[in-house]
């Protein structure tokens, strides 16, 4: 767990990595796996130290953020079969929950294949899909810290499931997963409607070739 003094300014990095990944995932996909890549760094890294240890883990947590950010960049061009793998394990365990409980690990597997495949697919959709939700979830764990709500950079010191796992929140806060959908929808809407790139290049091109004169022949 960060120290007190520390545990602001991580939320801010959470709020706006989030906001970055969730309205502008598509458009600065390498930023975002970047920022992700150190977030997630940082948080593996720092954990192996105790609360007491500030000086060791804040080192830790540096080298482990430049790490995983460098890791998941260098990892770019795979990076879209990652969300893709990431996106089929979280729907498998969505269908799961409401059947029986947690799914069986071979069956994690294959709709993580399944997703990277698809992802390979039809990239711009799952990259867009994929850091709405991811960005939306961020946003709110670093929007509680923010607020003075401790829970979440605890919850992820300590390593449970509700930070990782939307699906699975806290018991008092049983709207987060519905926040989460809604802000992810949103993020996902905006992205394909204004700054998910090939769309606005389209148009662009589109209205620059009404303009042009018709040749003579």
Not at 185 to 207: C, E, N, P, S, V
């Amino acid at each position: 767990m960060l120290p007190a003094a520390y545990q602001v300014p991580a939320a801010a990095v959470l709020l706006a990595g989030g906001f970055l990944a969730c309205f502008l995932g598509y458009r600065m996909f390498k930023v975002v796996l970047a920022v992700f890549g150190f977030m997630v760094g940082a948080l593996a890294a720092s954990s192996v130290f105790g609360g007491n240890n500030t000086t060791p883990m804040i080192i830790a947590a540096l080298v482990g953020g430049i790490a995983g950010g460098a890791l998941l960049l260098a990892a770019y061009f795979v990076g879209v079969a990652l969300v893709g793998a990431g996106i089929g394990a979280l729907l498998v365990n969505v269908i799961w929950t409401q059947i029986e409980g947690d799914p069986h690990p071979a069956v994690v597997i294959i709709f993580s294949v399944a997703g990277a495949v698809v992802a390979t697919w039809l990239q711009r959709y799952v990259i867009i899909l994929g850091t709405a939700f991811a960005g939306a979830w961020t946003m709110l764990v670093g929007g509680l810290a923010m607020m003075g709500d401790s829970s979440p950079l605890k919850a992820a010191a300590a390593g449970d499931v509700w930070v990782a796992y939307p699906l699975n929140p806290a018991p008092d806060m049983r709207w987060l997963p519905w926040a989460w959908f809604v802000l992810g929808t949103l993020g996902t809407l905006i992205q394909m409607r204004w700054t998910g790139g090939d769309r606005g290049r389209i148009g662009k091109a589109a209205k620059a070739n009404k303009k042009k004169p018709p040749k003579e022949e």
